[in-house]
């Protein structure tokens, strides 16, 4: 059964500072993996997909990339603002299984303080 | 920009009461599904539907039903809510194909006491 592990829990860095959020999976059969952002008491916004067969994707500040022999994704966000402080998850597009159903990390809580 | 739009936003109920929640989106996606998102958890899939018409069980699937009403809606009911049943529950879609983006719903806050 695939699993998908964000460390750390939380975070909490100074304004300006360049992160990287981690997330691990357990069987490297995926379609793909998804980042996405949740803000309290919001639902869920995508930030970045990237295929099996990509390494990376870049939206303005964020870069995540993908090592899927590895099992292993990071989402990269460089010079970090108050407004990115929100709720990190990564899900991952299991092969096995059928459908198009998304297996999730329980996320890292990420505070960026002024 | 609607994209998908889930109804109501909050719910209490007592238990042994029962509930439908909606959810509708106007992407022209054939797949959407039912998530439900708990402390420590993270979100789990309840039911989903593939296409108009068809539906097939998630990971925890018990004591909820669902209905795919036509391409646009799918919702979720509640028979007999019990208080394990207190989650957010989030409604997702996306377009056919394995792999596609998918996109979420707002949530529901339902609490059953």
């Known amino acids: 059964k695939q699993e998908v592990t964000q460390i750390p829990a939380a975070l909490s860095v100074p304004e300006g500072e360049n992160l990287v959020l981690n997330c691990s999976f357990t069987?490297?059969?995926?379609?793909?993996l998804q980042w996405f952002r949740q803000d309290p008491g919001k639902g869920l916004t995508s930030l970045l997909l990237?295929?099996?067969?990509?390494r990376e994707q870049t939206s303005g500040r964020l870069n995540a990339s993908l090592d899927k022999s590895s099992g292993r994704s990071t989402l990269y966000i460089a010079a970090s603002q108050p407004g990115d402080s929100a709720t990190y998850l990564c899900?991952?597009?299991?092969?096995?299984?059928?459908?198009?159903?998304?297996?999730f990390g329980t996320g890292t809580q990420l505070k960026v303080e002024l | 920009n609607a994209g998908v739009t889930q109804t109501p936003k909050f719910q209490v109920l007592k238990t042994g009461q029962s509930m439908t929640l909606q959810c509708a989106q106007d992407?022209?996606?054939?797949?959407m599904y039912w998530y439900r998102q708990d402390p420590g958890m993270g979100l789990r899939l309840i039911y989903y539907?593939?296409?108009?018409?068809?539906?097939d069980k998630g990971e925890v699937p018990n004591g909820y039903n669902v209905s795919r009403l036509n391409k646009r809606e799918f919702s979720l009911r509640l028979e007999s809510a019990a208080p394990s049943q207190t989650s957010v529950y989030f409604c997702?879609?996306?377009?056919?194909?394995?792999?596609?983006?998918?996109?979420f719903g707002q949530g529901t806050r339902l609490t059953v006491v």
């Open positions: 069987d490297s059969a995926i379609y793909n």
């Open positions: 992407m022209n996606h054939n797949s």
């Open positions: 990237i295929q099996s067969s990509q």
């Open positions: 997702a879609s996306s377009p056919t194909g394995v792999g596609t983006e998918a996109f």
């Open positions: 899900a991952v597009h299991p092969i096995t299984g059928g459908g198009n159903k998304l297996t």
């Open positions: 539907s593939a296409s108009e018409g068809t539906t």
